[in-house]
């Protein structure tokens, strides 16, 4: 009766939005080609846009998407990112601190595409310490879709060999 309730699990609602990834067809318009007919790889490298279109999908997340790139050009531009630069980032583009702050800033970093810090300051003034930020690009996300891509590479190449291995035996 105990194993009975165990498998018994509530109907999935589908993966959170915050842990997915926009993946549309490689063969749809929104993706530019990446492999020839044989499926070798092309010689050509995706914008920032196009990569970022990965995480906030502009068909989708239009808003989220935009200040995604200027953000992410930023830290192109400066390599090093810390509180101010992102204050006046805000403040200069208009864009809600909860949007940054909530959706943008998290996803970047739960995607592993920039890297959060925290610099600990003392205060002298008010004796309480503040905790800044710090951001850098990261090359976690590649790394990352790297692994999977490998990884898929080599059990295709696996299967492969070991078919043509029991075609001679």
Not at 52 to 73: C, D, L, M, R, W
Not at 80 to 86: A, F, K
Request: charged share 35%.
């Amino acid at each position: 009766m105990a194993e009975e309730q165990e498998t018994r699990k509530i109907a999935s609602r589908g993966i959170p939005s915050k842990e997915s990834i926009y993946l549309p067809a490689y063969y749809s318009e929104e993706v530019r080609r990446f492999q020839d007919d044989n499926e070798n790889m092309s010689r050509n490298i995706w914008r920032i846009e196009e990569i970022t279109n990965f995480i906030f999908p502009s068909k989708y997340q239009a808003v989220y998407h935009e200040i995604a790139i200027k953000f992410i050009n930023l830290l192109f531009e400066k390599q090093i990112v810390r509180s101010e630069d992102i204050s006046k980032f805000i403040s200069e583009n208009k864009i809600s601190k909860a949007t940054f702050y909530n959706r943008i800033l998290p996803r970047l970093r739960r995607v592993g595409m920039i890297k959060l810090e925290r610099e600990i300051e003392d205060d002298l003034k008010a004796t309480k310490k503040r905790r800044k930020m710090k951001i850098s690009l990261s090359k976690t996300f590649g790394n990352y879709f790297n692994k999977i891509g490998e990884s898929w590479l080599a059990a295709i190449d696996d299967a492969r060999s070991r078919k043509q291995q029991n075609r001679l035996l």
